[in-house]
C-alpha cells in the first residue's frame, strides 16, 4: 500500500534506472528526485528536472538527503537542508554540464578544455565541503575559491550573474532591492573594473648566469634603486652561485627567490630599477693561473639593471635574461648602476658576447596578508622577505625592522648622551687595529675609545690621532622606539624642566609627525599630565596640542594609529576631570566663530571634534565611576549650550568671503561620527532630538554655496549610515528631515550621486513585507515626499545624453541604477492603503492624468534592454514583479477615471505600449531557459507573460467603441505578442483581432486597415525569428471559430486564409534562411513568397524587397541567368523618364531613368556571365535606343560594341545544354511551398540524373526516393515522411521554326532548344495486349506524359511548378513514326556537321551510320515492316492509313540520307576506317534489299529531305518553271539523291562513284575548309536544270574555323537502340504529309532552299537573277497578324538584320520572311541596297548563296521598325503583285492554352511594341557599295510615316499603376 513519505522527501540517483516497469519513471545517475509515497522498496514521486511526469522507481537506487518542506500537501516545494554553496554547485555543475558538451559540438576546444579544468577543481572542492573536516578559516577560503570559480565559469557561458552575501547565494525576496542592487553591483564592477590596490610586491626567483668563462662561485645581490633620488629603497636580497652559474642548493629552491615587499602605487614607475651587482669569489685577476695562494678575493664580475615599469603588463616574466656589463675602470664599480641606467656607454661594456642572467619576475599586488592567501606554496617554503627602508607608505603601529677573522674594527654608540639617537648622516668612524688573539666579546674594552675623528677633537692621544685608516658610514634611523629630536624628548620630561612646558607645548606642532606617533600614549598623558598639574594656565595649550595630534592622524600615512589612540582612550586615559576643560575650550572656539575674520585655526579644532567627544564622553563616565553620576544635570546642560551655539553659526548665512561656509562645511563632515559618542550617555531619543534640532538649522536656500550643499549632503549620509539611525525609534525622528534635504537636492537636480546613496540606505533598512505599524508610516512618509519626484529624477536623468568618458558613464549608469532600485523598493513596500491614499491624494483627474503618464512611462524605461547588465536576470526579474504588481493596482484607477466621457487616448496608449514591452522583454521568455532555471522562476513569480496579457484582455474589453482609436494603431504590437510561444498568452490575446475586426466592419463596412497592418507586421515580425507552425494553426482556428456566426464571416475567412498562407511561407522562408549553403529550397521558397506578395497581396515594396533577396541568393549561388531574369522583374516596373526616386534598398536617391540603365547594365552583365547572350542583345538594343534618342553616342558606341560582342559569344564560345528533371515532393513533411507538388528543375552544366537525384537527397536529407515513375497514392500525399520522385524530361521547344530552319549554325540553334520552354515531356513505354516474342514492336506502346509549367525555364528560379500534366498514349506505328523521325534528324544533323567540318573527327557519324545499318540488316527496320506492313494490321487498322504512308516514307527517306550519309563519310573516312566504311556500304545494299528499294524515284513522289545545313543535290537558286494563279503546279524530278545512269550497286561501285561525285560536287580538295556542296547531272530534272547556280557558288554557312560547338561527345554516348531516352532522344521535326500541290511545293522549297544548284548551260547573270524562295518564307500576312494580336513571340527573335533606305522593290514582294526576322547564316559581306531590277524575274524571291552573309554580316542600325517597314511590302496576304504568286503554308501550331508569355520572361517588355521582322532580301545586278545606315532622326521620322497605321492598329500598351511611386 503506498504511504506518503514523512521524512525520506529529497534524494540523489545513485544508479540509473531505465523505468522499464509499469508506471516506472526513467532516471539517470546524478538525478534529484522528490518523493512522494512509498510502498515495499519502491518510491513513488519525479525528477526535479521534469516534475510533470510521475512515476515509481526503486528505492535502492536513491541516495537520501535532508530537506525541509514547504506547503506540505499537494503543492509542497522541497529544499535542501545542505549548505547553500553545495546546492548552488550542485545545480550550476548540472547546467554547465549540458553547456560544457556543446562547446565540444561548436568546436570551442579552449574553452572546452578549461571549463573542464574548472568543473573537475569545484567537484574537489565540494568533496572537501562535504566531508566536513574543515576548520572556519579553511572553510571560508575553500568557500571563496568555489564562488569565484563558478563566478567564472558562469560569465564564460554566459550565465546570470549571482548575487551573493558571505559566499552564499541570497534570495532577491529576503533582502531589500536596494541591498540586491548593490550586490549585483559591487561583483559586477569587481568583474569589470578590478579594485586598484595601493600596495605592490616584487616576487625574484634568481635561475641561473650564462657565462662561457665562469669557474669560480659568484655571489649575487639584488636591490631596488631609485635613479630620480639617486639611492636605494630596498634592503639587499644575497644568494650565492656555484661554479657553473646555477644557486647552491638546488633542493631548497625557497633560497634563490625572495619579495620585496611593501613597495607603494609612486613606486611603480621607470625610473626605478631592479639592480643585480655579481661578485666572483676567486683570484685577484680574471685570467690569472692557478698558484699556489689559496686566498679567496671579493672581485667585481658585472652589473644588470632593469626597470620596474617593464613589468606592469601583469603578466609573469619566466627566463627573463638580463644583460650583464662590466665598468672600465675598477675605481667606477660603486656606480656602474648609475651609469648603466644614464647609458654612459664609455664607463662599461658587455661582460661577454654571451653573458646573461636568467631570473624570473612577477608584480603582486594587495596587502601581504592577501598575497599569503593566495601565494600560499610561495610561503609554505619559507620565501625570503627583503623590505623597503624606512617607512612604507602606509606606516603600522609596532612595526619593527629585522662574523670572519678580524684584522680592525670600527664602532659607534647608538644612543647619545642627552638620550637621543646617532643623528641620519654620514660619519667617519676610527678603524682600530686587533690583535691576534683580541676578543671583542666583552665591550667594555672599547666602548672607552675614542670612536669617530670628530671626537679625538680635544684629545691628546696622538697614537690615535695619527692613524691614516678611517671607516665611513652612513646612517639612517627607522624606528618606533627611538628619536632623533630634542624638543620630543623636552616635552617627554616636562617635569624635569616646568619651566620649559609652554615652550614645549609651543614646539609639537614643528615635531615631525613620525616622532609624535612613536611615542603617542606618551605624549597624551603628557599632555593630560599637564592640563591636571595647572588647566587654567595651560588649559588652552593642551587643547590645541591634542587637536594638532588628532588631526595628525587623520593623515593617509598615520591613519593606521587611529586604532591606538582608541585604545588609549578606553584603557590608559585617566583624566576624569578633563571634560570640563574640553567643552569649555569647545564652546569657546564655536562661540568665536560668526566673528572670527581667520577661521582656519577654528577649523582644525572642529575637524577633530570626533575624537574630542570621545575624550569628553570619557572623561565624563569615569568622572561619573568616580563620583557616582553627580554634576549629571550639569553635564547635560553644558553639551546642550555647546549643541545651542553649533546651532546657532550653522543657522548662519556667509556675507562675503564664505569663510563662515567652510566652517560649517568642517563641522557638518565630522559631526555624524560623534552621534555614537552621544549614545554612549544620553537616550536614543534625545540623541535623536539633538541631531534633528542641529540638522533642520541648516539654512534651505540652494544658492548660497554648492560645496556646502555638497558637505551637507554628506552630513544627511553619514547621518543615515550612522548607528543613531537604524534605532527604529530614533528613524522616525529623523526621516522628515533628511527627506526634506533629500527632496530640495532632488528639486534642483544636485548631487544626484549622493541622493541616490542617500536614498539605498534608507531603503536598505526597510525589509520587505514588513508589517510594523513604524514601517508602513515610515512608506506612508517617503511615498509623500519622494515618489514625484523620484519619478521626475528618473526620467531626467534617462533622458540626458551619456557622458563620453568611460569612468563617467559607469557613474551616469550607478546613479541611475540606484535611483531605479529605490524606486522598485518604495513601490515593492506600498500596500493597498498606500497605493489607496496615493491615487486619492490627487485633486483633480488632471493630475492623476500626468502622475500615471509619468509612471507609465519611467516603466518603459526601467524595462529598457540597456538598463542593467545583460546577465542582471536575477534584478530583472525583480522589476518585472514590482512594476507588473503595480500597473495591476493602477488599471483600476484607469477604468474608473478614463472611461467613457472622460476618456483620454493617450494614457491608454501608454498604459498598452507599456503591456506589450513587458510582455516581449528577453527576460521574461522563459522558452530560452535552461530547465532548472525556468523551474526557479515559475516557482517564484509565475509566467508575469499570461498575467500581463490577461490584464490587456480586460482592459481592452472594457474600452467599447473607444477601441476604434486604436485600430489598425495596435495590430502590430497585439501581433508581436501572440507570437510569443506561450500558449495560454496566444489563446488570451487571438481574439482581440476578431474584435479589431468586428469594429473595423461597423465603421468602415471591412477590414482592410487590420489586413493591411497585419500582412506588414508578419514579414517583420517572423523574419526576427518569432512565430511557428503551432501559431499559425491557432492563429486560424480560433478566428475562424470566432466569426462562425458574424454576417462577415465570408470575408472574414478570406483574411483568415490569406494570412494564414502568407505565415505558411514566411515559416518555409526562415526554416530554409537557416540553412548555410544556398541550395534549391532557400531559392524555390523566396520565390513562392515573392509571387504571393505580388498576385496575392499587390504589395510592391516587399515585393520589390524580395526581388532583391532572391538576387542575392541567386549571385551567391553563381546562378547568373536567374539573377539577370529576378532583376529584371525590377526593371519592368520602371519606366525611362525623369521621374526622382528615393534611397531604397542599396540605391542612392537618382531619377528613374538613371535607375533603369543600371539595371539594365546589371542585368546584361549577368545574362553575359550566365552566356545567355541573346538575351543580353535584346536589353543592348533597348538601352541603345535611349542613347540614341538622347543624342548620347559616347555610351551608344559602347552599348554597340557590347551588343557585338555578345554576337561574337554566341558564334565563337561553347555553351553546355543543360539537363531538365521532373521532381515530385511528396509527404506532410514538406514545406507548403512544396509540399506535395511537382516541379521541374533546369539542371546545372554537366549535372546528369544521378548527381542531380544526390544533390536533391543532400538537400533533403530525410527524404526517401521513390523508385519508380508513377503517380504516388493519396497515402503518400498523407503520410508523415518526405518522398522524392525524380526523373529527366525532355524540353519541348515553344516554336520550331529556328530549329527546323536550314543554314543556321548549332550553335545559334542551341539557345532555343533549352531556352523559354514551358513544355516537358516524359516517355514511359509499354505492352498492350499479348506481347510477340520475335517483333515486340507490334505491341509496343508508349505513355507520354507532358508537363506544363507556371513560368518558362529558365527564369527567375531553376524550377517551376507543374501546372498543368497531359497523358497521351502512343499507338506503337505512332511510336515507330517518332524513332525513325528522331533518328533521321539525328543523321542530318552529324551529315551536316560533317560537310561543314564542326567535327574534330568523324567518329560520331560512323557509329550512327553503323547503329542504323547494322540494325536495319540485323531486322530493325525490317521489323517495322513485319510489324505495320503486313496485310492483317492494314486491314484490323484502317484508320492507319496515313501513319502507315509516313512510316513507309520516313524508312525511304533514311535511306536517301544513309545513301548521302555514306557518300560523305567516304569523303572524310580516315585510312584505317576504310574497311568500315566497305562493310557499312554493303549492308547498306543489303538494308535497301530487305526494303525493297531500287529506284528511289520511282518509290516516293518528291519527298522532301531535309538537311539543315541544305541538302546536297537540291540548287538553293532554283525555282519553278511556270506557276499559275490557281494554284502550285508540281513538276516531276527524280529524288534529290538519285544519280544518273545508276539504278543498281555493287558495293565498290558505290564507293567510288560517291566518292567520285562528291569531289565534283565541291569542286574543291579535301583540305579545304569551305562547305562541300552536291551538284546534280544535267539529267536531273527540268526543275534543278532551269535555274541553276553557278558551280563554283560555296555556301556561307560557317566554317570549322568559327570555332562552333561540337556534338561529338554528345553523340558519342547516344544509345543506338530505337528506343530513346528522353533526353538522348532529339526533337521531332515533324513535317505533315503533303495533300495539296502548293503545299508540297512549299514545303519541296523550305527543304531545298539552302543548297545551290548548278547548271552549267546557263550564264552568270542568269545565276545570279533567278532568286529562290527563302527557306524561312512563310504565309506573311496570317503569320504576321497572328503576331501581332498575340502581343508575344513564341520564340526570342534571331537579331535582325539592319533597317535600310525605302525603296520601289520593298513594296513589290509577296512572300514575307517568318517573324523570327533574322538571317541564319553569317557572313563577311555587308548587305547591298535592294534593286528594282531584281524583280523583272519570274517566280519567287530567293538568296542569292553569294550574297546571303549579309544577313548576319553585323547591325547597321538598331532603331524599331514596323512590320511593313521591316518585310517591305504593305499589301494584304493574299494580295498578287505584277505576276507573282502568294503560297501560303499552314500556320505553325500554336499552344492551344494560349498561354500568354512568362511574366519573367525578358521579352515582355518588348513585345509592349510590334516586333521587328526581317527584310526580303534581293539579288541586284549591279554589285553597288552598301548603303550608309541612316542617320538617327531620319530613321526616326521615317519610322513615324510609314508606321502611322502600324500604330492605329496595335496601340503600345502602357505598365500597370504602381503602388509604390518612389520604389
Given amino acids: 500500500m503506498w504511504i506518503p513519505t514523512e521524512h525520506e522527501k529529497y534524494g540523489v540517483v545513485i544508479a540509473s534506472f531505465r523505468g522499464t516497469v509499469p508506471y516506472g519513471l526513467s532516471l539517470e545517475i546524478g538525478d534529484t528526485v522528490q518523493i512522494l509515497e512509498k510502498c515495499d522498496g519502491w518510491y513513488r514521486g519525479f525528477a526535479l528536472k521534469n516534475p510533470n511526469i510521475k512515476g515509481i522507481f526503486p528505492s535502492s537506487y536513491i541516495h537520501l538527503k535532508n530537506a525541509c518542506v514547504k506547503n506540505k500537501g499537494q503543492f509542497e516545494m522541497v529544499i535542501p537542508t545542505e549548505d547553500s554553496v553545495i546546492t548552488e554547485m550542485t545545480s550550476t555543475l548540472r547546467d554547465w554540464g549540458t553547456m560544457w558538451k556543446q562547446l565540444y559540438v561548436r568546436n570551442e576546444g579552449d574553452l572546452f578544455h578549461r571549463l573542464w579544468h574548472i568543473m573537475n577543481e569545484i567537484l574537489d572542492l565540494r568533496r572537501q565541503v562535504l566531508v566536513g573536516h574543515l576548520t572556519h578559516d579553511r572553510m571560508k577560503d575553500v568557500k571563496r575559491h568555489i564562488t569565484a570559480r563558478l563566478d567564472w565559469g558562469n560569465e564564460q557561458l554566459g550565465l546570470d550573474l549571482v548575487p551573493r552575501k558571505e559566499y552564499a547565494m541570497v534570495d532577491p525576496e529576503d533582502i531589500s532591492i536596494t541591498e540586491l ?111 699556489a695562494c689559496s686566498v679567496q678575493y671579493r672581485r667585481p664580475f658585472g652589473c644588470a639593471v632593469l626597470s620596474i615599469a617593464d613589468l606592469l603588463t601583469g603578466e609573469t616574466k619566466d627566463d627573463l635574461i638580463l644583460k650583464v656589463y662590466m665598468c672600465n675602470t675598477e675605481s667606477e664599480w660603486y656606480q656602474i648602476h648609475e651609469n648603466i641606467i644614464k647609458k654612459l656607454n664609455a664607463r662599461y661594456n658587455l661582460t661577454g658576447s654571451n653573458a646573461g642572467l636568467a631570473v624570473s619576475l612577477q608584480l603582486l599586488h594587495g596587502d601581504i596578508e592577501q598575497i599569503r592567501r593566495e601565494y600560499s606554496s610561495v610561503f609554505t617554503h619559507g620565501v625570503s622577505i627583503t623590505r623597503k627602508l624606512g617607512f612604507s607608505n602606509i606606516i603600522m603601529p609596532a612595526k619593527e625592522k629585522g662574523e670572519k677573522k678580524l684584522f680592525g674594527f670600527s664602532f659607534v654608540p647608538l644612543m647619545q648622551e642627552d638620550g637621543r639617537t646617532l643623528p641620519d648622516g654620514t660619519h667617519e668612524l676610527i678603524v682600530h687595529k686587533c690583535e691576534e688573539n683580541t676578543n671583542l666579546q666583552d665591550s667594555s674594552r672599547y666602548l672607552r675609545l675614542p670612536f669617530s675623528k670628530a671626537s679625538l677633537l680635544g684629545t691628546n692621544n696622538q697614537a690615535i690621532k695619527a692613524t691614516k685608516e678611517s671607516f665611513w658610514i652612513t646612517s639612517f634611523l627607522c624606528s618606533t622606539k627611538l628619536t632623533q629630536n630634542g624638543d620630543m624628548l623636552d616635552l617627554l620630561k616636562w617635569r624635569t624642566h616646568p619651566d620649559k612646558i609652554t615652550g614645549c607645548l609651543s614646539k609639537i606642532k614643528e615635531i615631525d609627525g613620525s616622532e609624535i606617533v612613536k611615542f603617542l600614549q606618551d605624549t597624551l598623558d603628557t599632555l593630560f599630565g599637564i592640563l591636571d598639574e595647572n588647566s587654567q594656565k595651560y588649559g588652552s595649550k593642551v587643547f590645541d596640542s591634542l587637536v594638532h595630534i588628532i588631526n595628525l592622524l587623520q593623515d593617509s600615512k598615520f591613519h593606521h594609529f587611529k586604532p591606538v589612540m582608541d585604545t588609549y582612550i578606553e584603557s590608559h586615559f585617566a583624566g576624569a576631570l578633563a571634560y570640563r576643560d574640553l567643552i569649555k575650550v569647545l564652546k569657546w572656539y564655536v562661540d568665536r566663530i560668526t566673528e572670527a575674520e581667520r577661521q582656519e585655526h577654528i577649523q582644525e579644532v572642529l575637524k577633530a571634534q570626533e575624537y574630542i567627544f570621545k575624550y569628553i564622553v570619557q572623561s565624563r563616565r569615569l568622572f561619573s565611576l568616580a563620583t557616582g553620576g553627580q554634576n549629571e544635570e550639569e553635564f547635560r546642560c553644558c553639551i546642550q549650550e555647546l549643541l545651542m551655539s553649533v546651532r546657532f553659526f550653522l543657522s548662519q548665512e556667509s556675507k562675503g568671503s564664505g569663510a563662515l561656509s567652510q566652517s560649517q562645511a568642517v563641522f557638518l563632515s565630522s559631526f555624524p561620527a560623534v552621534y555614537s559618542e552621544l549614545l554612549k550617555l544620553f537616550d536614543v531619543r534625545e540623541v535623536a532630538n539633538l541631531v534633528h534640532d542641529t540638522l533642520g538649522s541648516l539654512p534651505t536656500i540652494m544658492h548660497v554655496d554648492d560645496s556646502l550643499q555638497a558637505v551637507k549632503l554628506q552630513c544627511i549620509g553619514k547621518t543615515v549610515e550612522s548607528q543613531l539611525y537604524t534605532n527604529p525609534d530614533s528613524r522616525y525622528i529623523l526621516l522628515p528631515v533628511v527627506l526634506h534635504h533629500l527632496h530640495m537636492h532632488l528639486q534642483e537636480q544636485k548631487d544626484l550621486i549622493m541622493c541616490a546613496r542617500i536614498l539605498s540606505n534608507i531603503f536598505c533598512l526597510i525589509k520587505k513585507n514588513s508589517s510594523e505599524k513604524s514601517v508602513l508610516e515610515e512608506i506612508d512618509v517617503i511615498v509623500t515626499s519622494l515618489l514625484d519626484i523620484l519619478l521626475r529624477t528618473i526620467l531626467e536623468i534617462t533622458s540626458r545624453p551619456q557622458p563620453s568618458g568611460s569612468a563617467m558613464r559607469l557613474q551616469f549608469q550607478d546613479v541611475t541604477g540606484e535611483f531605479v532600485a529605490c524606486l522598485l523598493s518604495l513601490l515593492r513596500q506600498m500596500t493597498d492603503r498606500h497605493y489607496q491614499q496615493l491615487l486619492d491624494g490627487f485633486g483633480t483627474k488632471e493630475e492623476l492624468r500626468d502622475f500615471l503618464l509619468q509612471i507609465f512611462t519611467v516603466f518603459r524605461i526601467l524595462i529598457r534592454p540597456e538598463m542593467f547588465p545583460k546577465d542582471w536576470t536575477v534584478m530583472r526579474l525583480v522589476a518585472n514583479n514590482v512594476i507588473i504588481t503595480t500597473v495591476l493596482y493602477l488599471s483600476d484607477a484607469l477604468r474608473k477615471n478614463f472611461l467613457n466621457e472622460n476618456f483620454d487616448y493617450k494614457i491608454w496608449d501608454s498604459y498598452f505600449y507599456l503591456a506589450v514591452i513587458f510582455i516581449n522583454q528577453l527576460c521574461l521568455q522563459l522558452e530560452m531557459f535552461t530547465p532548472s532555471k525556468k523551474k526557479k522562476v515559475l516557482e517564484k513569480y509565475g509566467d508575469m507573460r499570461v498575467t500581463m496579457g490577461c490584464e490587456i484582455f480586460s482592459m481592452w474589453q472594457n474600452l467599447g467603441e473607444h477601441k476604434l482609436h486604436f485600430i489598425p494603431a495596435l495590430i502590430g504590437p497585439f501581433l508581436e505578442v501572440t507570437l510569443i510561444p506561450q500558449p495560454d498568452l496566444r489563446n488570451v490575446m487571438i481574439p482581440i483581432f476578431h474584435d479589431m475586426m468586428d469594429w473595423e466592419q461597423r465603421r468602415s463596412g471591412n477590414f482592410k486597415q487590420v489586413e493591411a497592418k497585419l500582412i506588414d507586421k508578419l514579414d517583420s515580425l517572423m523574419s526576427e525569428g518569432k512565430g511557428d507552425e503551432t501559431y499559425r494553426e491557432l492563429f486560424n482556428s480560433i478566428l475562424l471559430k470566432k466569426i462562425e456566426r458574424e454576417t462577415w464571416r465570408e470575408s472574414g475567412v478570406s483574411l483568415i486564409a490569406t494570412v494564414t498562407r502568407l505565415m505558411e511561407r514566411l515559416l518555409d522562408y526562415r526554416d530554409c534562411m537557416k540553412m548555410g549553403e544556398v541550395d534549391g529550397k532557400k531559392i524555390g521558397c523566396t520565390v513562392s513568397l515573392l509571387n504571393f506578395y505580388k498576385t496575392e497581396l499587390n504589395k510592391e515594396e516587399m515585393y520589390i524587397r524580395y526581388i532583391h533577396k532572391l538576387y542575392d541568393l541567386h549571385l551567391k549561388a553563381q546562378n547568373f541567368t536567374e539573377a539577370a531574369y529576378t532583376l529584371l522583374l525590377y526593371d519592368e516596373l520602371l519606366e525611362w523618364s525623369d521621374r526622382p526616386l528615393r534611397e531604397f534598398l542599396t540605391y542612392p536617391m537618382q531619377t528613374e531613368w538613371q535607375r533603369k540603365e543600371y539595371l539594365h547594365l546589371t542585368i546584361i552583365q549577368n545574362f553575359d556571365r550566365g552566356k545567355c547572350w541573346e538575351n543580353g542583345i535584346i536589353l543592348c538594343r533597348k538601352i541603345a535606343e535611349q542613347y540614341e534618342s538622347y543624342y548620347d553616342y559616347r555610351n551608344l558606341s559602347k552599348m554597340r560594341m557590347m551588343e557585338a560582342s555578345l554576337y561574337d559569344k554566341i558564334m565563337d564560345q561553347q555553351r553546355l545544354e543543360p539537363e531538365f528533371f521532373r521532381v515530385g515532393f511528396y509527404g506532410k513533411k514538406f514545406p507548403f511551398f512544396l509540399r506535395n507538388k511537382e516541379f521541374v528543375c533546369r539542371g546545372h552544366d554537366y549535372e546528369r540524373l544521378e548527381a542531380f537525384q544526390q544533390r536533391m537527397l543532400n538537400e533533403f536529407p530525410h527524404a526517401i526516393a521513390m523508385q519508380h515513375a508513377n503517380q504516388p497514392d493519396e497515402t503518400i500525399f ?216 531500287q529506284d528511289f524515284s520511282a518509290c516516293i513522289q518528291a519527298s522532301p529531305v531535309h538537311f539543315p545545313n541544305g541538302s546536297p543535290r537540291v540548287c538553293r537558286n532554283s525555282a519553278p518553271a511556270s506557276m499559275s494563279p490557281d494554284g502550285a503546279r508540281v513538276i516531276p524530278r527524280r529524288s534529290p539523291l538519285s544519280y544518273p545512269a545508276v539504278n543498281r550497286y555493287s558495293s565498290s561501285s558505290l564507293s567510288s562513284q560517291a566518292s567520285a561525285e562528291v569531289s565534283n560536287i565541291t569542286g574543291q580538295s579535301e583540305s579545304s575548309d569551305e562547305v562541300f556542296n552536291m551538284q546534280p547531272s544535267p539529267s536531273t530534272s527540268s526543275l534543278s536544270s532551269t535555274h541553276s547556280a553557278s558551280p563554283n557558288v560555296t555556301s556561307s554557312a560557317p566554317s570549322s574555323a568559327r570555332a562552333s560547338p561540337l556534338l561529338s561527345d554528345k553523340h558519342k554516348h547516344s544509345r543506338e537502340n530505337s528506343c530513346l531516352s528522353p533526353r538522348e532522344r532529339p526533337c521531332s521535326a515533324i513535317y505533315p504529309t503533303p495533300t495539296e500541290p502548293s503545299q508540297r511545293m512549299l514545303f519541296n522549297h523550305i527543304g531545298d532552299g539552302p543548297f545551290p544548284r548548278s547548271d552549267p548551260n546557263l550564264s552568270a547573270p542568269d545565276k545570279a537573277v533567278n532568286p529562290t524562295p527563302s527557306s524561312w518564307s512563310l504565309d506573311s500576312g496570317k503569320e504576321a497578324k497572328n503576331i501581332l494580336d498575340s502581343g508575344k513571340l513564341l520564340s526570342p527573335p534571331v537579331p535582325p538584320r539592319p533597317t535600310q533606305t525605302a525603296s520601289p522593290a520593298r513594296h513589290g514582294t509577296s512572300v514575307s520572311p517568318s517573324p523570327a526576322g533574322r538571317s541564319p547564316m553569317k557572313g563577311s559581306m555587308q548587305s547591298f541596297t535592294p534593286s528594282p531590277v531584281e524583280y523583272h524575274s519570274s517566280g519567287l524571291i530567293s538568296n542569292s548563296p553569294v550574297l546571303s552573309g549579309s544577313y548576319s554580316s553585323g547591325i547597321s542600325s538598331l532603331s524599331r521598325c514596323s512590320t511593313s517597314e521591316t518585310s517591305g511590302f504593305e499589301n494584304p496576304a493574299n494580295e498578287q503583285t505584277g505576276s507573282m504568286s502568294t503560297y501560303s503554308v499552314p500556320e505553325e501550331p500554336v499552344r492551344k492554352e494560349s498561354k500568354t508569355p512568362p511574366p519573367y520572361s525578358v521579352y515582355e517588355r518588348t513585345l509592349r511594341r510590334p516586333a521587328p521582322l526581317p527584310h526580303s532580301l534581293s539579288i541586284p545586278v549591279t554589285l553597288e557599295p552598301p548603303a550608309l545606315p541612316p542617320k538617327p532622326l531620319l530613321a526616326r521620322s521615317t519610322n513615324l510615316e510609314n508606321g502611322s497605321r502600324r500604330t492605329e492598329q496595335v496601340p503600345r500598351p502602357r505598365p500597370l499603376p504602381r503602388k509604390v511611386s518612389q520604389l
Avoid at 516554336?1295 to 536550314?1302: D, K, P
Avoid at 506502346?1341 to 524550377?1359: A, K
Avoid at 560520331?1404 to 547503329?1411: A, D, E, R
Avoid at 509516313?1446 to 560523305?1464: K, N, P, T
Fill in 181 to 291: 542592487y548593490r550586490l549585483m553591483e559591487h561583483r559586477h564592477r569587481k568583474k569589470d573594473t578590478p579594485v586598484q590596490a595601493s600596495s605592490h610586491h616584487l616576487f625574484v626567483q634568481m635561475k641561473s648566469l650564462m657565462c662561457s668563462n665562469l669557474g669560480e662561485e659568484l655571489e649575487v645581490i639584488f636591490s631596488l634603486f631609485d635613479s630620480k633620488e639617486n639611492r636605494p629603497i630596498s634592503e639587499r636580497f644575497f644568494l650565492r652561485l656555484n661554479r657553473n652559474g646555477l644557486p647552491k642548493s638546488p633542493e631548497k629552491p625557497e633560497r634563490h627567490c625572495s619579495l620585496f615587499v611593501d613597495l607603494g602605487s609612486s613606486e611603480l614607475r621607470k625610473d626605478i630599477y631592479i639592480t643585480v651587482h655579481i661578485i666572483r669569489i676567486g683570484r685577484m685577476g680574471a685570467g690569472e693561473k692557478k698558484n
Fill in 1278 to 1493: 498523407q503520410a508523415e515522411a518526405q518522398y522524392l520522385q525524380i526523373y529527366a524530361v525532355t524540353p519541348i521547344p515553344e516554336s520550331q521554326e529556328v530549329l527546323q530552319r536550314e543554314g543556321i549554325p548549332d550553335n545559334i540553334k542551341s539557345f532555343y532548344k533549352v531556352n523559354h520552354i514551358w513544355r516537358f515531356r516524359y516517355d514511359r513505354p509499354f505492352h498492350k495486349g499479348t506481347k510477340d516474342k520475335e517483333n515486340e514492336f507490334k505491341s509496343l506502346w508508349v505513355e507520354r506524359t507532358s508537363l506544363i509549367l507556371v513560368q518558362s525555364l529558365p527564369g527567375i528560379s531553376r524550377w517551376f511548378e507543374v501546372e498543368k500534366r497531359e497523358v497521351v498514349e502512343m499507338s506503337p506505328l505512332e511510336n515507330a513514326i517518332e524513332v525513325l523521325e528522331n533518328k533521321n534528324q539525328q543523321l542530318k544533323t552529324l551529315i551536316s556537321q560533317c560537310q561543314t567540318r564542326q567535327m574534330q573527327n568523324i567518329n560520331p557519324l560512323t557509329m550512327c551510320l553503323n547503329g542504323v545499318i547494322d540494325a536495319a540488316v540485323n531486322g530493325g527496320v525490317s521489323r517495322y515492316q513485319e510489324a505495320f506492313f503486313v496485310k492483317e494490321y492494314i486491314l484490323n487498322h484502317p484508320e492507319d492509313g496515313e501513319k502507315i504512308a509516313r512510316l513507309r516514307e520516313l524508312m525511304l527517306e533514311q535511306a536517301q540520307i544513309l545513301e548521302f550519309g555514306l557518300a560523305v563519310h567516304e569523303k572524310f573516312v580516315p585510312q584505317d576506317m576504310r574497311p568500315l566504311h566497305k562493310k557499312l556500304v554493303d549492308q547498306f545494299f543489303v538494308m535497301k534489299s530487305s526494303l525493297g528499294i
